[in-house]
């Protein structure tokens, strides 16, 4: 018959092998719903793609037609450009003005006789606006090549330089470059958008002092041209900071502004770059060595003006946003009329009139709907297989917890391969094992504890029948006598009150600073008519001269003084007339303990009871005569008091040649530097 409480099987639908099939047959609908949107979603995307909704592949085209913006001061002629650009992209394109008038359709023969009667119809919305003063930097390829102002930096306007002052910058740059490779260093030269030649650097590892010399020896400042457009531009940055109530600046070739006299701020000597100038790295960085020549100039200029006590007020980074923002509008204003004007860029597929829209058919439907019962039947058989591997060893564990429970001996679960649940089970044996140990442990304890008890109280109840019989005289021996069996009785009776508390952490500490070494000596003193009696040395080992004096403890010095006490007394039992017992402490080499060390000359521990000398009740002698022995509790009581200070307890022993008991406790961190030679061992 059963027993009544038994379990039943757990139901389908509360079992683990049930909320498995659960969650696989969720998890595989929702990837199969998944892959059909992510297939129908990139269909459709690449339908879009051709539709020319997608203008990412586009990029060639908008940054084309920027550029013909950016050289032409308005869109005719552009229509070879576009087609060439309709040509390789296969693509229909659209310029239209801002309000939507046809400025060319790629769609149209060459004689233009196409007529918008016959032209498809535009997209609702624009692909991109072509504006090179207003470029939009997430289609151009290089989105660092447009400035903070979106200024496309093909746009020079009356920048652009002509023949004759190209050779010459061209030849300043190719002396330059010339001088630089005497010097060992790689430069190249190359030309700006506006004819503006420049040295480039093949490695940014360069000897700073023969660059800037190469540099400033060839350098060729601004030509005619050039002085003549960026006054032009001065004028018109000057006006918008007049119009704001400020006054007007300098600029320099790069559109950079000085910090100097009349800009109300403190000249620092440096140039201050506009953010928006468009300017690469490399050119940024020559002509930052350029003006360093010239920030000579202003510091020294910095310096008579301080002299002649006309500094310039405090300056304020809200001027310096003034004028950037005044710059850049003076720039684009300077080239409205070198520019075409913004037009709107419509990019289409040459069929997108005819392009269907994808649906998905009752053949598609019936299509996917297959495919999603075939994964689902794979799924569920797969996680019905996986789930019975998973489910035959949990019930393996339950069935051997259920046989631990009723007190029978539970055979070892088999342990499958290394996963969870085989590691489940191995730590599941362990567990089984070590309770078997203990519940060993705790009847051979009851056992001890009985004898330990029974002695005692047998010897006492003997000598009181005696005396009730009148076989024994009541004299001072025979109360002597029974003093010593009540005195036996009552230790032991501590000893087990001690390791309960300490069990449950409940042994109470007095902590105060304790000098180990006063410690040893006078446990030493205290225990030195036994070991005369018995015939043993008792000595505490001194430091070595140059050993430091071990640092305070923070302990409770009569716990410690136990623990000590037993140690010594368990040495001087165990050690022949004749011996020797020697205490002594020390720091270990991090500095982070102190040991306390009692070693005898005794009889050793043979190597097989070592692990078990500090379980309780444990003796080595078996018969546990009082006369060979102790109740086996001082050592467990040792263990439990250093554990109780933060340390532990551990033995050494060689059968025949004596043990070596040490208390590792943890040592006060401000104490030990404090501690050297000038408090020596006493």
Not at 406 to 434: C, K, Q, T, Y
Not at 663 to 673: G, I, Q, V
């Amino acid at each position: 018959m059963r027993r009544r409480d038994e379990r039943a099987r757990l139901p389908l639908r509360k079992s683990l092998l049930g909320r498995l099939l659960t969650v696989s047959a969720l998890v595989a609908s929702c990837s199969v719903a998944a892959t059909a949107w992510l297939a129908v979603q990139t269909t459709s995307g690449a339908i879009r793609q051709e539709q020319g909704q997608n203008l990412s592949a586009d990029t060639e085209i908008y940054n084309t037609l920027l550029g013909y913006a950016a050289t032409h001061p308005g869109w005719e002629g552009v229509d070879g450009t576009v087609r060439e650009l309709a040509r390789q992209s296969q693509r229909r394109i659209v310029l239209t003005t801002q309000d939507k008038r046809p400025l060319f359709d790629s769609s149209e023969d060459s004689n233009g006789t196409s007529g918008t009667s016959s032209a498809a119809p535009l997209p609702p919305q624009a692909s991109a606006v072509v504006d090179p003063l207003s470029v939009d930097t997430v289609l151009v390829p290089d989105t660092a090549s447009a400035g903070e102002d979106r200024v496309d930096p093909r746009a020079v306007g009356p920048f652009l330089l002509p023949a004759k002052e190209r050779t010459l910058l061209r030849k300043a740059s190719a002396d330059s470059a010339k001088c630089l490779g005497a010097a060992g260093i790689a430069a190249d030269v190359v030309e700006s958008p506006s004819g503006r030649s420049r040295v480039q650097f093949v490695s940014s590892e360069t000897d700073r002092s023969m660059e800037l010399k190469c540099l400033t020896s060839y350098a060729a400042g601004p030509t005619p041209t050039e002085k003549k457009a960026l006054r032009a531009l001065n004028q018109l940055t000057d006006a918008c900071l007049k119009r704001q109530g400020r006054t007007g600046v300098k600029l320099n070739l790069d559109l950079s502004w000085d910090r100097g006299f009349g800009s109300g701020g403190t000249d620092t000597g440096l140039p201050v770059a506009l953010p928006t100038t468009g300017l690469t790295k490399e050119e940024a960085a020559a002509q930052q060595r350029a003006a360093e020549q010239k920030a000579v100039e202003d510091k020294a200029a910095l310096a008579r003006a301080s002299k002649e006590g006309r500094m310039p007020a405090a300056h304020s980074s809200k001027h310096d946003r003034a004028i950037a923002a005044c710059v850049g509008s003076a720039r684009r204003e300077q080239l409205t009329s070198y520019v075409a004007a913004p037009a709107l860029l419509f990019i289409d597929s040459t069929d997108a009139a005819g392009v269907p829209g994808f649906d998905l058919s009752p053949a598609n439907t019936a299509r996917i709907a297959g495919v999603t019962a075939l994964v689902l039947a794979l799924t569920v058989g797969a996680s019905v297989i996986a789930g019975a591997r998973l489910v035959r060893p949990l019930h393996a564990l339950t069935g051997a917890a259920q046989r631990m429970r009723d007190g029978m001996d539970s055979a070892p679960v088999p342990v499958g391969s290394d996963n969870e649940i085989g590691r489940l089970a191995a730590a599941f044996n362990d567990m089984a094992a070590h309770r078997a140990r203990l519940e060993e442990q705790r009847k051979v304890m009851v056992s001890d504890v009985a004898h330990e008890l029974r002695t005692p109280l047998s010897n006492i109840r003997g000598w009181l029948e005696a005396a009730q019989d009148g076989l024994a005289e009541p004299d001072p021996a025979f109360v002597s006598s029974l003093h010593e069996e009540a005195v036996q009785l009552q230790h032991i009776v501590n000893d087990l009150q001690d390791l309960g508390a300490a069990d449950v952490g409940a042994l109470r500490l007095h902590l105060e600073p304790v000098r180990v070494d006063d410690l040893l000596g006078q446990v030493a003193a205290a225990h030195q008519g036994l070991a005369e009696t018995a015939g043993v040395t008792l000595a505490v080992s001194a430091a070595p001269p140059d050993a430091p004096r071990p640092p305070l403890l923070d302990a409770d010095p009569v716990r410690l003084r136990q623990a000590v006490s037993n140690l010594v007394s368990n040495a001087v039992r165990h050690t022949p007339s004749g011996g020797r017992v020697t205490l002594r402490s020390y720091v270990t080499d991090s500095g982070d303990e102190v040991a306390v060390e009692v070693a005898d000359t005794g009889s050793g521990i043979p190597a097989g009871d070592v692990p078990h000398v500090f379980d309780r009740f444990w003796r080595a002698e078996k018969s546990r005569n009082r006369s060979t022995g102790g109740s086996g509790l001082g050592l467990a009581i040792v263990l439990k008091l250093a554990e109780a200070h933060g340390g532990t307890a551990s033995v050494e022993s060689t059968e025949g040649e004596g043990s070596v008991f040490t208390l590792w406790l943890p040592a006060t961190r401000d104490e030990t530097a404090s501690t050297g030679a000038e408090n020596g061992p006493k």
